[in-house]
C-alpha cells in the first residue's frame, strides 16, 4: 500500500505539480523502511507488519515517559512517587510545600507509618542538628550534620552535578560523600567537606598494581577538606558484586581521579585485598585513623550473612579496636547501575539491617563508641524521623539530592543519555546543569528537610533527633492492628550477648557462627537452626 502511494504520488509530482514531492518523499522513506523491515531477521514482528510494527518499539521507547508524566499514581514509589520528588523540587526551589485538602496515604492500609506527637510540643531554636564522630581513638572529630549526600563517584555523576551537590554542602556546611571514584577536581574546587569512600580499587590510594598505597593514601586523606574514611566494603545497589569502568569511559579527568590509566579497563573487585578477614578490617581501620592523622574512620556495608557482621564485630573485641562509624546501606538503596537480580533480591533492606546494627552494638557494650550513619531512599523529614528512631544517628541521602539539582527519574543514569545533565559525561548534555542555580538548591534542600525535621520533633515534645526513639513511631500491621515499632524491633540491653543471653533466633543462630579470625562461619546455618530447634523442642516432645 505504502509502495502504491509512492507509485502515485511520484507521477503526480513528475506531471502536475512539484509540491507533490511533499508527499512523495515521506512515503518513499516509509517504503524503504517496509522494505528493510520484511529482509531483516531480527524483529519478527517488523516482518509481518512492515512499516506499522515499529510504532511498538517507538511506544516501548516512550513507555516510562507516558507512565511518569501522564499514567503514574502520585503516591506509587517506583522507584520514587511523583510526591516524593515533588516535595524535593519544591524545597529545593523554596516553593510552597504545603498540601491542602487532607492526606493522600491510606491511613488504614497495611504498613501506614506515623509519628505520635505530644500534648505538650517543644520548641526548638536551632535546626542546625549535628552529631560529633570521632571514638576514643580519634584525633580530629568531626561534628557532622545529620543530613548529608551519600555516596555517588565522578564518572557515575557529571563534573557539573559534583560542583553544584559539593558547593550545596559547603553553603549547608553538611558532608559529601565522594563515592568509591576518588576524590576529583570537582570535589576539591568548591571546598565543601568530603567524607572520602575507598572501596575495593582503592581509587585515590592505589599503586600501579591496583593494591592499597599508604603514600597515595597520605596525600589526600591528610588535606584539611577530608574530615572521614569510609570503607566501602558493599552498597545497597550491588552488594557483593564488582565492576569494570570499560576503557572507553576511563577519561582523563577520571583517570586523574582515580589514580589510574586512562583509556584502559578500571578494575572495583567484588572484595578487598588490603584485609581477608574481621581481624584485617579492624587492623585497617586503625592503620587508616593513624595515617590519616586521627581522623574518624569507619566502614559502609549492606548487611548479608548475620555472622559476618558477627564476626566483625568479635574482631572489635578481640582487638579492642574499633571504628569510629558505621554506615548501614540499605538494599532499597544506589544510584549505581545494577543486574536486576541485584537490585530487587540482593541484600537486607535498611530498617532490618540497621536495627541488627544497633542491637548488636548494644549487645556488646560498643554502641556508645561506634556512630551509625544510615542511607536508603530517604526523602522527607519523616522518613528521617523513622531511621533515626531505629538507631541511626545521621542520615545519608543520594536521590534525594539528585533530585535537587534537577534529576527528573529518567532511570537512563547508565546510558550516558541523562536529559539533565546529572549523570552524563557528555559536556553537551551536563552543560544544561547551571553549578550556582543547582547548588543553591543542594543547600535549600537541606535546609528545609531540617527545618521540617524540626517541625516534626517540637510536635512530639523532642529537642533534638537523637532522642527518637522506636516508641514515637507507629505502625499499622492490619485494619484492627497497630503496633510500635519498639514492639516490633525490640531493643537488646546492654551486655546482653556478652551475657549469653540470646532472646532473638537471629543471634541465638548467628552468634556462634561468627569467628574474628574469618568472615567464614564456624559452620553451617542448618546445623546452627537444629540445633536451636532440638534445644527449643521439650524432652517429651523430642521423645
Not at 343 to 351: E, F, I, M, S, Y
Request: glycine letters at 10%; proline letters at 5%.
Amino acid at each position: 500500500m505504502t509502495l502504491a502511494a509512492t507509485a502515485i504520488t511520484a507521477v503526480l509530482a513528475a506531471t502536475l505539480s512539484l509540491w507533490w514531492l511533499a508527499a512523495a518523499v515521506p512515503l518513499a522513506l516509509l517504503s524503504a523502511l517496509g522494505i528493510y523491515d520484511v529482509i531483516q531477521t531480527r524483529h519478527a514482528i517488523r516482518r509481518n507488519y512492515p512499516v506499522l510494527g515499529n510504532l511498538r518499539f517507538l511506544f516501548e521507547f516512550i513507555r516510562p515517559e507516558i507512565r511518569q508524566y501522564f499514567l503514574e499514581d502520585d503516591t506509587q514509589a517506583a522507584p520514587f512517587s511523583r510526591a516524593q520528588r515533588s516535595i524535593v523540587y519544591q524545597r529545593a526551589k523554596r516553593e510552597i510545600d504545603k498540601r491542602p485538602f487532607g492526606t493522600q496515604e491510606d491511613v488504614y492500609g497495611d504498613r501506614y507509618e506515623w509519628i505520635n506527637h505530644s500534648m505538650s510540643p517543644s520548641h526548638i531554636n536551632d535546626i542546625d542538628f549535628r552529631v560529633t564522630v570521632g571514638g576514643p581513638e580519634c584525633k580530629q572529630p568531626y561534628s557532622m550534620s545529620v543530613f548529608n549526600v551519600s555516596a555517588m563517584s565522578f564518572g557515575a555523576l557529571s563534573a557539573n552535578a559534583v560542583l553544584a551537590l559539593n558547593e550545596g554542602a559547603r553553603q549547608g556546611d553538611f558532608a559529601h560523600d565522594t563515592g568509591e571514584g576518588g576524590i576529583s577536581r570537582y570535589h576539591r574546587q568548591p571546598g565543601g567537606s568530603l567524607v572520602w569512600n575507598i572501596g575495593s580499587g582503592y581509587f585515590g590510594c592505589r599503586d600501579e598494581q591496583g593494591a592499597f598505597s599508604e603514600e597515595a593514601f597520605v596525600r589526600n586523606a591528610c588535606t584539611p577538606q577530608v574530615k572521614m574514611i569510609e570503607i566501602k566494603l558493599s552498597q545497597g545497589a550491588k552488594p557483593g558484586h564488582g565492576g569494570i569502568l570499560p576503557a572507553g569511559k576511563v577519561t582523563l579527568e577520571i583517570a586523574e581521579a582515580r589514580g589510574v590509566a586512562p583509556w584502559q579497563d578500571c578494575n572495583s573487585p567484588a572484595s578487598h585485598s588490603a584485609f581477608d578477614s574481621p581481624i584485617g578490617l579492624m587492623k585497617f581501620v586503625a592503620r587508616l585513623r593513624e595515617l590519616s592523622g586521627g581522623k574518624p574512620v569507619g566502614f559502609k556495608f549492606c548487611v548479608g550473612h548475620p555472622w559476618e557482621w558477627f564476626a566483625i564485630v568479635k574482631a572489635m573485641l578481640e582487638t579492642g579496636i574499633t571504628p569510629d562509624f558505621i554506615v548501614v546501606d540499605g538494599a532499597e538503596g544506589g544510584t549505581g547501575a545494577a543486574p536486576v537480580e541485584f537490585v530487587d533480591h540482593v541484600g537486607t533492606p535498611l530498617r532490618e539491617a540497621l536495627r541488627l546494627v544497633h542491637n548488636t552494638l548494644i549487645g556488646v557494650n560498643l554502641r556508645d563508641r561506634i556512630k551509625l550513619g544510615a542511607s536508603g531512599k530517604i526523602i522527607t523529614a519523616f522518613d528521617m524521623a523513622r531511621v533515626m528512631a531505629m538507631g541511626a544517628d545521621w542520615c545519608n541521602a543520594a536521590r534525594g539530592f539528585m533530585f535537587a539539582i534537577g534529576c527528573i527519574q529518567a532511570q537512563a543514569c547508565h546510558t550516558g543519555k541523562c536529559p539533565t545533565g546529572v549523570t552524563t559525561q557528555d559536556p553537551l548534555r551536563q552543560r544544561a546543569l547551571v553549578v550556582p542555580d543547582k547548588a543553591q538548591r543542594v543547600a535549600n534542600f537541606h535546609k528545609n528537610t531540617l527545618h521540617a525535621l524540626a517541625e516534626l520533633l517540637a510536635a512530639a515534645g523532642l529537642t533534638h533527633p537523637g532522642q527518637l526513639r522506636p516508641h514515637h513511631i507507629a505502625r499499622r500491621i492490619s485494619s484492627s492492628e497497630i503496633r510500635l515499632l519498639s514492639a516490633l524491633f525490640p531493643e537488646l540491653a546492654p551486655g546482653e550477648l556478652l551475657r549469653g543471653e540470646f532472646r532473638h533466633q537471629v543471634f541465638r543462630a548467628g552468634w556462634a557462627m561468627a569467628q574474628a579470625q574469618s568472615f567464614q562461619p564456624t559452620h553451617d546455618i542448618t546445623t546452627a537452626l537444629a540445633r536451636e530447634h532440638a534445644l527449643a523442642t521439650p524432652a517429651a516432645g523430642r521423645a
